[in-house]
């Protein structure tokens, strides 16, 4: 089983990101993505079902938008208007059997002021 992240980066302040994540080897149930800014706790941002049922934390509604190819076994991120909070490592994780989590590397998000 493997998750692939790419599209990390430098941005400016109110700047747009889309993370990618390919997964191999396993059909996740759930799929979705983690942040970990330095000093913090790793953050659930957003994850979404087979079905398409998502779910975003607070601070990310109505800025980022969480999306699945079925066919492909990829999830996106589309982040807009990016601030300086949501800079941090983001990991894409894959929940097999609602309850076995897969990580795949970070990838690092900066967003400048």
């Known amino acids: 089983v493997q998750l692939q992240a790419s599209g990390g980066g430098l941005v400016q302040n109110g700047g747009s990101l889309r993370l990618s994540c390919s997964a191999s080897?396993?059909?996740?149930?759930?799929m979705g993505w983690y942040r970990q800014a330095p000093g913090k706790q790793r953050e659930l941002v957003a994850r979404?079902?087979?079905?398409?049922?998502?779910v975003y934390t607070d601070s990310v509604k109505g800025r980022f938008t969480i999306s699945r190819d079925n066919a492909q076994n990829t999830v996106y991120l589309q982040m807009n208007s990016l601030k300086p909070d949501d800079t941090g490592v983001y990991y894409c994780?894959?929940?097999?059997?609602?309850?076995?989590?897969?990580w795949g590397q970070g990838t690092r998000v900066t967003v400048s002021s």
């Open positions: 979404i079902t087979t079905g398409s049922s998502t």
């Open positions: 080897g396993v059909i996740f149930d759930v």
């Open positions: 994780n894959g929940r097999k059997d609602w309850s076995i989590d897969y």
